[in-house]
């Protein structure tokens, strides 16, 4: 093992003690989860911010007069400072929280979609991503007349450049909405060139982050992009709380998505007017507890390093793909050259659902199936694989552990 | 074979296993009078199943073609090979003992007359014990049933 060439390697046992649940026994084995790209575990300090806040300090946010809603406030607000440091924001305002990336996704179809674009332009997506980035585009398609426009990737797994740029020339498109890691793949998409051709052509880029802020550093100043969304729950804070950062005179100029309480500067039968950006987007009872544990997720990664983070996982990667790669009859679905930690596979005369019964038997958690991801699945000619996901708290130990598991399955199939 | 998986024989017993990798009837006749389609969207397991009649509108043939796990693919073997020769009252009241037995592990409560059929489809009992497969073993049924009722579609959702 070449472990002097690696820099600053995360302390993992150390690192497994702050996630109480990881003590958890499976009939009888220890818990071997792979499966944090569909959602993280929690660490203590999660739990305890959350339990502290229900227990010391809650009461409904922005309106209270008193005591208990102003310390819950700037409690809440915390986490959009702790967002925008996240992500390099340039402005706290630029920072809206939703239910999950999903609803950050069909806010941006509903706002900019209708609001913005025009019938007769285009939106580009690849040929990658999560089912949340393309429903809301089709439903945008049928009731509102854009176009919907699909950029192929490799047979590596990689977004075809030449081929998105083609899809750019005809100016014709408004919005680039793209994953920024493949939730299936593990592929990130270079985001930097996808923004330079995207405005080079005039359209926007939206980012789907979901997967790519849990192991990377993203920058949205550096990348030059005009919107990014990512989830909370699988960046080790709860669910139920959302990211959609956008560019401020966007965000502007884009109309309300939902309405309610909180989204409103005035109201009456004739005419309401809406509030300034965030809360524009913020209609009703914001994710308050929900709010507060995502800070102190934020907080809990920032504390490890995003260079401790991306150096750990890249070396379970490189593990992972040697192992199981080496395994006769185990097929490794993308091989692109930058990727986070995802590792889709298949195996010879086994369901992925199968495979998946036989690991979760001995304590391992993957996922199985099609991964919300069905265009890509049937890109590679696959109805399903079998995913393991890899986080902060994952070791080689249990990328052995896994490869061993999976020859004896592919025995029981023979 | 591995000792590793000998609690996953309840599940994956060798019967099952067999008409996983080799089912008899995974095939569409010739002709015949129904078929409905069987769709599980949260998994993505598909399956289609066609019943011809014959006399007395009992099922004189009955072929699928199914898309999915083991479970899956051995249940709906299992289930045509069962249900030819049988009426579609007899098959209905098969199918609600079925699912009972893949709810529960059992079905006490079911008619002596279905006996005979229930100890034929008693290898898939032990999906029972994974709540998230016993959607896997009753997917034929519900496609099954829906042709026999004259649908075209239905989901084990």
Redesign the interface.
């Known amino acids: 093992m070449n472990v002097t060439t690696r820099p600053a390697l995360l302390d993992v046992a150390r690192i497994r003690e702050d996630f109480p649940i990881l003590r958890q026994k499976i009939r009888g084995k220890p818990l071997v989860f792979l499966d944090s790209a569909a959602s993280a575990q929690k660490p203590r300090v999660v739990i305890d911010a959350m339990r502290g806040a229900m227990e010391t300090q809650y009461a409904n946010v922005h309106r209270g007069l008193h005591w208990m809603s102003e310390r819950t406030t700037d409690a809440y607000e915390a986490a959009r400072d702790a967002v925008a440091a996240l992500l390099n924001a340039r402005d706290r305002h630029e920072v809206v929280f939703t239910r999950n990336i999903t609803e950050s996704l069909n806010l941006m179809a509903h706002s900019y979609g209708r609001g913005i674009l025009r019938p007769g332009q285009a939106v580009v997506i690849s040929a990658m991503e999560h089912h949340s980035n393309i429903v809301p585009w089709q439903l945008l398609r049928e009731e509102h007349g854009i176009e919907l426009r699909v950029a192929p990737i490799t047979d590596a797994g990689e977004l075809d450049m030449a081929a998105f740029e083609a899809l750019l020339a005809d100016g014709k498109v408004g919005l680039v909405s793209m994953t920024h890691m493949s939730n299936v793949l593990g592929t990130y998409t270079p985001a930097e060139r996808i923004v330079r051709i995207a405005h080079a052509h005039g359209a926007k880029v939206l980012f789907d982050g979901a997967q790519a802020v849990v192991h990377r550093r993203v920058d949205v100043q550096a990348l030059d992009c005009d919107f990014y969304a990512f989830t909370g729950h699988k960046l080790y804070g709860p669910t139920g709380i959302g990211v959609l950062w956008g560019r401020r005179e966007l965000l502007d100029a884009m109309p309300p998505f939902l309405g309610g309480g909180e989204m409103i500067s005035s109201v009456s039968f004739e005419h309401s007017t809406w509030a300034e950006v965030p809360h524009k987007f913020e209609a009703g009872t914001p994710p308050i507890l929900e709010g507060i544990g995502l800070k102190a997720a934020i907080d809990y990664v920032q504390s490890i390093g995003y260079d401790a983070i991306a150096a750990h996982e890249a070396s379970l990667i490189d593990h992972a793909l040697a192992r199981l790669g080496g395994i006769d009859g185990v097929h490794i679905i993308g091989r692109g050259q930058d990727r986070g930690g995802v590792v889709s596979f298949t195996l010879d ?6 495979v998946a ?2 690991l979760d ?2 304590g391992i958690a993957v996922r ?3 991964h919300c991801a ?1 265009p890509l ?1 049937h890109r590679f000619g696959l ?2 694989t079998a995913r393991a996901s890899f986080a902060i708290y994952t070791t080689h130990d249990e990328i052995d552990y896994l490869t061993d ?1 999976l020859t ?2 592919r ?3 023979k | 074979m591995t000792d590793t998986f000998d609690d996953l024989r309840d599940l994956y017993q060798e019967v099952i296993l067999d008409h996983g990798r080799r089912p008899r009837h995974a095939r569409r006749p010739e002709s015949f009078d129904a078929t409905a389609k069987g769709d599980n969207p949260m998994c993505g397991d598909r399956i289609e199943v066609w019943v011809k009649y014959g006399p007395d509108d009992t099922i004189a043939d009955a072929g699928f073609q199914a898309r999915g796990c083991a479970i899956s693919v051995a249940s709906a073997d299992l289930m045509a090979e069962t249900v030819i020769g049988r009426s579609k009252a007899d098959t209905h009241a098969l199918f609600d003992a079925f699912r009972e037995m893949a709810r529960t592990g059992a079905c006490p409560h079911c008619d002596a007359s279905l006996a005979e059929p229930m100890e034929r489809l008693e290898p898939l009992a032990g999906v029972h014990e994974y709540p998230s497969r016993v959607k896997c073993a009753t997917l034929a049924w519900h496609a099954l049933i829906a042709a026999l009722d004259g649908g075209r579609e239905a989901s084990s959702e």
């Open positions: 005369r086994a369901h992925a659902h199968d019964t036989l038997r001995q199985a199936g099609h069905e699945m109805e399903s598991t004896r399955v025995e029981f199939f």
